[in-house]
């Protein structure tokens, strides 16, 4: 199994052409059927790869945090919200969220999240493969393949479910 950032960088950059093929095959999926074929290949990923013994998430994404986030957690460390967004978040001028200001993630204590009982909820849904309309998110899903272990166990689980050509 795959952890390291480099090694699914590295694997993401040789599965790169595939993975576009594999993506245009899913969009030939009746929807409703994906999402009955992929739900209990992501609970096997989940049951199987322990997200603490990566952290890439965490070490390589910046999460949006909602105004409700940002509340929840100021309160937590007793902090304004103020001061929380200007220690923590970088402004992206939108009132829906802000970002966090660093990279890796400032609650990340080696592989686990400090905060991770009030986490924000973009991590706590992280990496978003549980959401109905697998088939119409594959292109962002794709994108994680590069930083988490449970998407790669997904898409080749899938992959070999899936009758897709290589050219």
Not at 54 to 70: E, M, Y
Not at 109 to 134: M, V
Not at 137 to 147: A, C, F, G, P
Request: net charge negative; hydrophobic share 35%; charged share 25%.
């Amino acid at each position: 199994m795959i952890l390291s950032s480099s090694e699914l960088k590295q694997n993401a950059a040789r599965k790169a052409s595939e993975n576009e093929y594999f993506r245009e095959a899913i969009r030939l999926c009746r929807s409703s059927e994906l999402d009955a074929l992929v739900a209990p290949i992501i609970d096997k990923a989940y049951r199987d790869i322990n997200c603490l013994d990566c952290g890439n998430c965490c070490k390589q994404l910046r999460p949006p945090f909602t105004p409700s986030d940002v509340e929840r957690i100021a309160e937590q460390l007793s902090m304004s919200d103020a001061h929380f967004t200007e220690q923590y978040l970088e402004d992206v001028k939108s009132r829906e969220f802000a970002i966090m200001a660093c990279n890796p993630c400032a609650f990340l204590n080696e592989k686990a999240c400090r905060i991770y009982a009030i986490r924000p909820d973009s991590c706590s849904d992280y990496p978003h493969l549980h959401h109905p309309g697998f088939k119409y998110r594959i292109r962002s899903i794709l994108e994680n393949y590069s930083v988490c272990p449970i998407v790669v166990q997904v898409i080749e689980d899938l992959k070999g479910r899936i009758e897709f050509a290589l050219n």
